[in-house]
C-alpha cells in the first residue's frame, strides 16, 4: 500500500503524467523511500539497552512498544566452570499474549516464553509464570575469556506486562566425587550440573536420591555441548534417562564422553502417571488450562566411582572357582567310589568269573515274606509269584539273560512299544495286574527295556530340538533389546538393580548375567555323572549281572538326560532374560522352570511306574499349554476377571484329570461314556454300598492335592496376582513338594532306608534352598510396577562389590536344583540289590 501511494503521487502531479522515459527512475526512488519508510515504523518501537549485573532483580515491563535487551559479560576459566542462571517472574496475569525471552550467547541462543506451557499426558497444559534456566557453558580454550550475552524481552501484547529478571552465578555448578549436594527443582525450574572424570576414574555411578516420592522426575545424562534439553518435553531427545521417584542411578563410562565430562539433569516431570501416580482430571476444553500447583521437589545427588577391572576379575574368578569346585568334589567321589567298588569286587567274586558265573541270587536285605512281616498285606497272586519266582529262579534267570544278551545285538529302532502291547498275554493281564491292592515294580515294569529306552531318550532329544528352536530367536531379541537401550538412552526399558548393574562391552548388567553360569556348569556335570552311571549299568548288562537285571529301581536315563539340559538352558535363559529384564521377556526366565518341575515329578512317578508313564509327546504339549496359559496371564491377566476364571476352571479340571489317572494307573480313558461310568462308581461305591477306597494311599495323596490345587485357585480368582508366571511357578512346585514328600514318607513306610549319600543330599540341598529363597525374595526390582517404582528396591552390591542379593539367589538356586536332581538320582540306591517283586509301587 505503500508504494502503490509512493508511485501514484509520483506519476501524477499538477502537469499530468510523467514522462514515459522518467518512470523507472520514480520507481527506483518510491521503493527506496517506501524501505525507509518501513524503517521509520521500526524505529518508532523503542528499544532499549542495558548494561546489567549478576545478582541484581530487575523490575521491569513490557509492552509491544518497547523491548529491552539487558547485556551481560563475566569471565570464564579453563580450570573453574561457573554456572550462569536466569530466573524470570511474571507479576501481571491475564495478558493476551506471553512474554518472549531470548537469551544470546556466543554458541547458543536460548529462548522461552512466559507463561511456560508444558504439556502432560493427552497433550493436557500446565502453565508456569515463574521459569528459571541454567545457561550451558561452552567449553573454552583459552586460559581466560570474558564472554557477552544479551537477554531480550519483547512480547505482541499491547498491554504492559510487569516482570522480574534475575541472573545469578551458580557457585556450585561443578559436582564433586563421593561430594552429596542437594538442590530443589521443578518442572519450570530444571537444574543440570557438571561433572568431571578425575584422573584414573573411568566409571562412575552417578546417585540421585529424594525423600519425596512425588513428583516424579526425569535424571538425564548429556554430553557437554550447547543446547542443554531441560525439560519435560525435550528431556529424552539425547543422552541416557530415567524416571525417579525417591531412586535413581545410572552408570557413566569415561568412553561415551569425548570431553571427559557430562552434564547431571535433572527435570521434574508435570504429572505423575510414569512412575505409577494418579491420573489427574481431564480438562472440559481441549485449550484449557490447568494450574499444576507445587511441584518442587528436593534432591540430592552424588556421584561415586565404580568398580574397576580387578573387582571384575575377582567376581569372574569367584563364579568360576565355586562351581569348578563341584567338578573337582564329583571327581574325587568317583575315585573314591571306583576303588570301594573294585575292593568289593575282588573281596566277593573271582576275577576270573562274572556274576552270572557264580549262580547267587543277589544280596537282599530283605526277605520274600518281609512285607507280611511288617504288616502288609499281599494278594493272592503277588504271592504266588514270588513262590513261583522261588522255585524257577535259576531257569528264569537263564533265558532273562539270554533274551538281554540277544537284545545288546538289535537295533533299538526296529522294536516299537505297539509291537510288545498287541501281545495277547499283555491285553489279557495288565488290568488285572494293576487291580492289585499292592503292586510292585515287577508289575509295573513288564515291558521290554528297549522299548522303554527308546520311549525315555525321547524326552532327551525333544527337549534339545525345543531348546535350539526357543534359543536362537530369544538371543536375538535381547539383543535387539540391548541395542534399543544404548541407542536411545531410554533406562525405564530394562528393569536392572541400577545401584548394582556393571557395564561390560555393549552387556548394561554384566554381573547379572555372569551369575547365571553356575546352570550351565553344574547342569553338565549333571549331564556327566548320568553318563557314567549310564555306561556303567551297559557294562553291568552286557556282563548279565544280576543286580542289573532282576534289582533295584529300572534304570532308564532320558528323563535325567532332560533335566540336565533343561538346567543348562534354564541357565541361557535366565541370562537372557537379565540382558534387559522386563514383563515382555519374563517368561524366558520361567519357561524352563517350568520344565524342570514337570520333568522332576514325571521321573519321580517313573521309578515306580516305568511302564505307565506320560509319552514325551504328551508331557511336553501339557508343558507347552502352561507356558501358553504364562503368556496369557502377563499380557491378559492383570484385573481380568474372565481370564482368571477361564484359568481357574482349567486348572481345576487337570487336577481332577490328572488324580484320575494316578489312581486308576492309567486304566480308564476319557470318552462319551466318561459321566456314566463317575454315576456307576458312586452309586456302587459311595451310596450302595459305601466302601473305602481301595488304595488309600493314593487316595490320601490325591486329597491333599485337591485341597492345595483348589487353594491355589482360589487364591488365584481372589487376589489375582499381578506377577503372574511366578504363581503359575508357585503352584507346580507346590505339587512337585507335594508328591517328593509323598514319595519319601512311602519309601520309609515300605521299609526301605536312605543311605548316607542321599540323606546328606536331602539335607543339603533343604537348607541351600532356603538361603536361595531368602535372597530371592528380596526383591531388588519388579517388573509388575512402573521402572522409577522398581527403582525405589534397588540396593548395592554386598558380594566382592560385584553381585547383588539377585546374584547370590542365582548362586544357590543353580546348587539347590543340582542338589535337587542328585537326590532323585540317588534316593533309591539302596534298592539296587533288592528284586523287584519286593520293591514296592505307590
Known sequence: MVLRSCWKSRHKNSCGPAPRWIRPALLWLCVTQCVCGIGAVEDSKNVVQKDAEFDVTYNDSVTSQNQTIYAFNHTISRNKTEGVRVTVDVLSRGSDSPILFVVRQKQAVLSFQIPLILRGLYQRKYPYNHVGRTLCQPP????????YFFVDVSTLSSQGTNYQLRV??????????DKKFSFTASPSQPQYFKYVFPDGVDTVIVKVNSDMTFPCSVMSIQDIQCPVYDLDNNVAFIGMYQTMTKKGAITVQRKDFPSNSFYVVVVVKTEDEACGGPLRFYPLRPDELIDAGNRSKLIDVVVTPAINSEVYVMGMLFCLGIFLSFYLLTLLMTCLENKRMKKREAFQVPDDMSPAETGKTPASPYEYGSFADNGSTLSSEAITDS?????NNYGYIERTMDCVGRSRHESLSSVEEDDYDTLDDINSDKNIVRTKKYLCVSDLSRKDKRILSKKYQIYFWNIATIAVFYALPVVQLVITYQTVVNVTGNQDICYY??????????????NNILSNLGYVLLGFLFLLIILKRDIAHNRALFRKDLNALECGIPKHFGLYYAMGTALMMEGLLSACYHVCPNYTNFQFDTSFMYMIAGLCVLKLYQKRHPDINASAYTAYACLAGVIFFSVLGVVFGKGNTVFWIVFSVIHILATMLLSTQLYYMGRW?????ILRRIVYIVYTDCIRQCSGPMYIDRMVLLVLGNIINWSLAAFGLIERPNDFASYLLAIAICNLLLYFAFYIIMKLRSGERIQCLALVCILFTAVVWGFALFFFFQGLSTWQKTPAESREHNRDCILLSFFD??????????IAMFGSFLVLLTMDDDLDTVQRDKILAF
Open 140 to 147: 573454552t580454550r583459552a586460559a581466560s575469556e570474558t564472554q
Open 168 to 177: 545469578s552465578r551458580v557457585e556450585s555448578f561443578t559436582l564433586q566425587t
Open 387 to 391: 513262590a513261583t519266582s522261588t522255585d
Open 497 to 510: 538393580n541400577f545401584l548394582c548393574a556393571h557395564p561390560l562391552g555393549a552387556l548394561s548388567a554384566f
Open 669 to 673: 480313558r476319557l470318552d462319551s461314556g
Open 805 to 814: 542379593d539377585h546374584d547370590i539367589w542365582h548362586f544357590l538356586s543353580s
